[in-house]
């Protein structure tokens, strides 16, 4: 069976900095992308950066240049740090692994 479990989030004031962790337990393929997605209230949910393979990475506007992940295949996980951040960036943020979701980890910007 396969589990996802996020870390890291938390309350942060405007313009600080989060580092999220996602470590996928039970079957693990590198060749298959893992993805950060993020929910704000009363929004649909938005993929906001993606890994594959190691090599190809896709952020969403929003976030290029304010964001970075990251994957360590030995660790089986996903990382994204958050630089800059901005009340807008507050969300529950989903790590992804194929069909397989975490349960999430809230962050908060606000002073």
């Known amino acids: 069976q396969v589990q996802v479990v996020e870390s890291g989030g938390g309350l942060v004031q405007p313009g600080g900095s989060l580092r999220l962790s996602c470590a996928v337990s039970?079957?693990?393929?590198?060749?298959?992308?893992m993805a950060w997605y993020r929910q704000a209230p009363g929004k649909q949910r938005e993929l906001v950066a993606r890994?594959?393979?190691?090599?190809?990475?896709n952020y969403a506007d929003s976030v290029k240049g304010q964001f970075t992940i990251t994957k360590d295949n030995a660790k089986n996980s996903v990382y994204l740090q958050m630089y800059s951040l901005k009340p807008e960036d507050t969300a529950v943020y989903y790590c992804?692994?194929?069909?397989?979701w975490g349960q999430g980890t809230q962050v908060t910007v606000s002073s």
């Open positions: 039970g079957m693990f393929s590198e060749t298959i992308a």
């Open positions: 890994i594959i393979a190691g090599s190809t990475i």
């Open positions: 992804n692994y194929s069909v397989f």
